[in-house]
């Protein structure tokens, strides 16, 4: 297989053995760097077509040579295309029947049960399938599946149109199957998830949301041996009358979700958490309230990490109740629990001393002195979100320092300022920082981080009127790994912003929305050397124009969303950008120099398109043919009048 | 339709079981003192009022022509107001006693000093110091009886009336009766002296009186049976006495038969009704009384069952034998597991039956089963299905042909078999088919509907009775699904109390005591 010597001279890739080769490949994550090794040389060229395990097809014309080029594929990502029909199915089920493995069609149309057999019946060794999305899909649909004798992990989510008929066949056939979710399968009963526990006993993770299951099938499920996550969101007809009487206990058991099973109290926890001696993870967000009798049923547990009681309604006693444990939390959520107080939170972080991730977002009640308990009972403090901590002073955030091993900060909207980045600035592992609307903030601060927190990768700069290009330009210097950043609606960030930022090679996603003094010069440079630019958001930069969408359809070629509303970009930009092979998601609402023909060109001509945002305008002036075509295409376009909406509206990427 | 519907249990027009549904509710009056209960058993009484009057009539043909029938009906709507056990009332009783007793005491003392101390008084006076004496002392005993009710806890009808009043004399034979009593001793005849009319109508209370008992009996025995003969009654061996019937026998269509005419019956009373065509002899009470109900209170073997057919479980031969509890069972037995399914239900043509009644009840779900399994068994109900797929490997539920069309209300009707949990489409469909029962009001009206129509002429209420008991035994022919689930949880009074309605056995059980 060595690529046969040209010269004389030594070939050391000779002394390579075909071994090594490999493991060098596997270290190429990026399929652009993947790209060129296959092109040095036949060689390479063909040790990588042997070797790869995973495509994610984009366009699939070129099928019939994919699979005459990677014979061993065993990952398949549909995601990028939205149509796919049977007779695709079916001839990669006949290409890689012996090593597929994986098959995601959770963003896939047009195929039928059919395809799904051959799937099922001549890729032996199947072991995943996500089908989720398909709200059409059938129980003759689960039916043929059940032919992959040996799946193990199947998502249905959203698949609305099932019924206990189809799980009953997947159960009796699927005998392997060791997760499954089952979440908006409206149609699902008692009597398919009953024939599910009974029928599947390998299964390790069940996601149950959303179903009107009772306290019946639960014993059934509680027999599962294996079982380790247990998912019941919004399961409302779970409640104390009916788990009262429950006697079962999964002793495997390592997560249970109750989020929004509002009818579930400390009786009915307790019978579902008696006798979990290895549940590690509970998350009781938005159930009712939280009491010291809710506390008590999880003091048993032992091997208890984490607590999600988002959005909860706190009482005192409970949260006090938590410090008195057995068991010591690695992560707390208490976000959105407004009645939180800084009494009962510093006893809590005092009695977890190996706090590592922690969440009070919106607890509106805590000052600072929660924050010096926090800081100083738990010096191994990873991640630290406190947005909307409106009462905590300036003070307390020079306090955070004491962290230095935090990752994660989330201070939005809060007084934080300079001085108090200059202490965060001590975390040098820090990655993600979010820094919106905190109106104190200035160049100053930013240069504190840019100067000592070189990991950083994501950074939220929303709406800080105060900083200019100067600050921007510290963070691009100091921060060489920034893959995001988002320094929408900063009216004094120019240009010079984006030429420094265009030294941060790996931006994945830019937001500059509402930044008027943008242009397309700017923008070109980031074009030109941020080549990994997945998502852009120019939304109301209005000196953008066509020349920034050439630059951009020049260079950027991984560009998968870009949001363009009420820029200045015309049929010309548009057209430009129908040439990028990856462009999935655009929203062009009010493109006043946008005109009909220019749209239905630029749908016609950019085949990539999955959702396509634009305002009901343009739904009269749209040739019929052409929105009948793009949706044959699996293309979605979603109408909006967007002509009213106010311009200062919170958008938040990271929740 | 009519026909089937109608014959459900308070709709008889027998008037001695009327009575007893009377009697069990003041029972429970007594018994609980339960507001709820009592207005419940107002209403009750409101909805049967006439079918009381009706059975007023019902003696008027079938019993003695009497024109005080009247008073007795009176008499038994006397019995029907609930009445509390009033401990102060009885107080007030028993102290009036004493001094009534007392009085007498004082008097005769007087009269034995006067005796001692001056013969040869006046005749007069001793003529009517006698009168005063015995008047004192039939006051005592008048009152001493008409309380006796309210102080033994175990009479059945005493509490209705502890004043004394005339009006309550109907239960004095009652009292007797229970209280083990005869009602012509002596203690109790200067009653009689008193009283007008009272000889005539005891004969004839009594005689009511005596069925009342009967069907009360009858009742906690149904009661006793209602456990189904299949869960086992674990009766120690050698406690029971095994009949065993020819095949012969069991297959017979009538077990009774008249001995003057040879026309069959399945049930006695059918029979005894029969008879009544033969002449007035036939007619007396004892004579339409039921029959071995004399030897009631001695203790008597129970009598099971043994199916003749060898290595049967249910033959007395077989190791882990199970008798069969009555006649019915015996012949639904043979039929069903020893005989040729020679029924073949019309719509499907390949269901088979036995028993013309499983015929039937199949008949009416016939086509509705939608739930299917690979291995091509099909079921009425969704749980029995993935009952039957959770049990056996390899079964999956079949898919329907017509999935496509599945409708958005299919979704709908199974979240509605959701909600109601148990009461499914079967039970629903019950529902339907014993759609009268569920409700009170509605019953009465219809038996009032079935009743008058007939009741202009004797005779033909005669046949109507005849009628209508046959309906029922045919009735009872059906085995009935067990729908308790399904009518409990809504009218579980009605059906368990004031219909008399024992659900799981009913069909099999009741014949036992009309055979």
């Not at chain 1, 997947?170 to 908006?184: G, M, T």
């Not at chain 1, 359809?553 to 009420?566: G, P, R, T, Y």
């Not at chain 2, 003529?127 to 806890?153: D, Y």
Request: charged share 25%.
């Amino acid at each position: 297989m060595e690529a046969p010597p040209r010269r004389p001279a030594i070939n050391f890739f000779d002394l390579l053995t075909e071994e090594i080769i490999l493991i060098i490949l596997d270290h190429l994550r990026d399929p652009l760097a993947r790209k060129s090794f296959s092109q040095v040389c036949k060689s390479f060229y063909s040790l990588e077509s042997d070797h790869r395990k995973f495509i994610k097809p984009r366009i699939l014309n070129f099928l019939p040579n994919v699979l005459r080029r990677f014979p061993s594929i065993s990952q398949i990502n549909f995601s990028l295309c939205p149509r796919v029909e049977d007779d695709t199915l079916s001839s990669i089920s006949l290409a890689w029947n012996s090593s597929l493995e994986t098959i995601d069609l959770s963003r896939s149309k047009f195929f039928t049960q059919k395809g799904l057999s051959s799937l099922a019946t001549n890729c032996s060794s199947l072991l995943e399938i996500n089908l989720s999305n398909r709200t059409t899909l059938t129980d003759s649909s689960l039916k043929a599946i059940g032919e992959a004798k040996n799946l193990e992990r199947l998502w249905l989510t959203k698949c609305k149109s099932i019924t206990d008929v189809g799980i009953g066949c997947l159960a009796v056939n699927c005998r392997k199957l060791k997760s499954i979710c089952l979440r908006w399968c409206l149609r699902v009963t008692d009597y398919g998830v009953g024939l599910i526990a009974a029928k599947c006993k390998e299964i390790r993770s069940l996601d149950l949301s959303y179903l009107l299951i009772t306290e019946k099938s639960l014993s059934a499920i509680f027999e599962l041996e294996h079982l380790e996550a247990l998912v019941l969101e919004h399961c409302h007809r779970l409640d104390d009358d009916g788990l009262v009487s429950f006697k079962k206990s999964c002793q495997s058991l390592k997560v249970l979700n109750l989020s929004h099973c509002q009818s579930i109290t400390h009786i009915g926890l307790s019978a579902l958490t008696n006798g979990a001696q290895n549940l590690e993870k509970i998350i009781l967000s938005y159930s009712l309230s939280f009491t010291s009798d809710l506390a008590e049923c999880l003091n048993d547990s032992p091997r208890l990490q984490s607590v999600n009681l988002d959005g909860i309604m706190v009482r005192c006693s409970g949260i006090r109740a938590i410090g008195n444990w057995h068991s010591s939390l690695k992560e707390l959520s208490l976000s959105k629990c407004r009645l939180m107080s800084d009494e009962c939170l510093s006893f809590t972080v005092q009695a977890h001393k190996e706090l590592r991730k922690l969440d009070i977002t919106f607890c509106r009640n805590i000052t600072y002195a929660s924050v010096d308990y926090i800081t100083r009972s738990c010096p191994m403090l990873t991640s630290l979100r406190m947005e909307s901590c409106t009462l905590v002073s300036r003070d307390a955030f020079l306090l955070i320092g004491r962290c230095q091993f935090l990752v994660e900060i989330d201070v939005a909207d809060t007084d934080i300022d300079d001085e108090g980045l200059e202490s965060i600035a001590r975390c040098s592992k820090l990655c993600f920082l979010r820094l919106g609307m905190c109106l104190n903030v200035t160049d100053k601060g930013l240069s504190y981080i840019g100067s000592s927190c070189s990991k950083l990768t994501a950074l939220d700069l929303y709406r800080l009127s105060e900083i200019t290009d100067l600050g921007i330009s510290s963070i691009a210097d100091g921060c060489p790994s920034l893959e995001v950043i988002n320094i929408a609606y900063n009216p004094n960030v120019t240009d010079n912003s984006l030429l420094s930022l265009s030294k941060c090679l790996k931006l994945r996603i830019l937001e500059i929305r509402g930044c008027s003094c943008i242009s397309s010069r700017g923008l070109s440079n980031i074009a030109v050397r941020c080549r990994q630019l997945t998502l852009l958001d120019i939304k109301r930069c209005n000196n953008v124009n066509d020349e920034g969408m050439i630059q951009l359809a020049q260079h950027s070629q991984k560009l998968n969303q870009i949001k363009l509303s009420c820029c200045s970009v015309t049929d010309v930009g548009l057209l430009a950008l129908a040439s990028m092979s990856c462009l999935n998601h655009i929203s062009i609402y009010r493109l006043n120099k946008l005109t009909s023909y220019g749209l239905a060109a630029f749908l016609m001509s950019c085949q990539s398109l999955i959702t396509v945002k634009l305002s009901t305008f343009f739904k009269s002036l749209l040739p019929e043919h052409i929105q009948e075509s793009m949706e044959a295409r699996g293309c979605v376009l979603v109408w909006r009048e967007k002509e009213s909406q106010a311009p200062f509206r919170r958008l938040n990427r990271w929740e | 339709m009519q026909a089937k519907i109608s014959p459900n249990p308070p709709s008889f027009p027998d008037f001695s079981l009327q009575q007893s549904n009377q009697l069990r509710w003041e029972d429970r009056s007594m018994s609980d003192n339960d507001i709820w209960m009592e207005a419940l058993f107002r209403e009750f009484n409101q909805a049967c009022g006439t079918q009381s009057l009706l059975s007023c009539g019902s003696n008027d043909g079938v019993k003695i022509p009497n024109p005080e029938n009247c008073q007795m009906g009176d008499t038994s709507r006397a019995g029907k107001l609930p009445a509390d056990w009033d401990p102060s009332i009885m107080l007030e009783n028993l102290s009036f006693l004493e001094d009534k007793i007392h009085q007498l005491q004082g008097l005769l003392h007087l009269i034995v000093d006067k005796k001692g101390q001056q013969f040869g008084q006046p005749e007069e006076i001793i003529t009517q110091e006698k009168r005063l004496i015995t008047a004192n002392l039939t006051s005592i005993i008048v009152q001493l009886i008409s309380t006796a009710g309210s102080l033994l806890p175990s009479v059945r009808l005493a509490s209705s009336n502890t004043s004394p009043s005339v009006g309550q004399h109907g239960q004095i034979p009652g009292i007797n009766f229970l209280s083990g009593l005869d009602p012509s001793s002596s203690s109790i005849q200067p009653q009689h002296d008193i009283i007008d009319n009272i000889c005539d109508q005891s004969n004839q209370i009594d005689h009511t009186n005596m069925c009342e008992m009967e069907q009360n009996h009858m009742e906690e025995h149904e009661l006793k049976d209602e456990e189904d003969v299949d869960e086992g009654e674990n009766l120690p061996p050698g406690s029971f006495e095994i009949l065993q019937l020819e095949k012969e026998v069991i297959l017979a269509p009538h077990t009774h038969f008249c001995t003057i005419c040879g026309k069959g019956f399945k049930r006695d009373a059918n029979l005894r009704m029969h008879m009544r065509g033969h002449g007035d002899e036939y007619k007396t009470p004892e004579a339409l009384a039921k029959p071995n109900k004399e030897s009631v209170s001695e203790p008597k073997l129970i009598k099971r069952y043994s199916c003749p057919y060898l290595g049967c479980k249910r033959n007395k031969d077989h190791k882990k034998f199970q008798p069969l509890k009555t006649i019915l069972c015996v012949k639904n037995h043979y039929k069903r597991s020893h005989c040729d399914k020679s029924y073949i239900c019309s719509r499907c043509h390949t269901k088979k039956f036995s028993v013309m009644a499983d015929l039937k009840t199949h008949e009416k779900h016939c086509g509705k089963d939608k739930w299917l399994c690979s291995c091509g068994t099909t079921f009425s109900r969704k749980d029995k299905l993935f009952g039957h797929i959770a049990l056996f490997q390899g079964h999956t539920p079949a898919i329907p042909l017509d999935e496509s069309k599945a409708p958005a209300g299919q979704a709908e009707m199974e979240i509605n078999e959701n909600n109601n949990n148990n009461n499914n489409n079967k039970g629903g469909s019950i529902n339907l088919s014993f759609g009268s029962s569920a409700s009170c009001c509605e019953n009465g009206i219809q038996n009032i509907m079935d009743g008058k129509g007939i009741t202009d002429d004797p005779i033909s209420y005669l046949s109507s009775l005849n009628f209508e008991t046959c309906n029922f035994a045919e009735f009872n022919d059906f085995p009935r699904p067990p729908f308790e689930d399904a009518t409990e949880g809504l009218f579980p009074f009605l059906m368990s109390e004031s219909f008399n309605y024992s659900p799981k056995s009913g069909g099999e059980s009741c014949p036992d005591n009309l055979v």
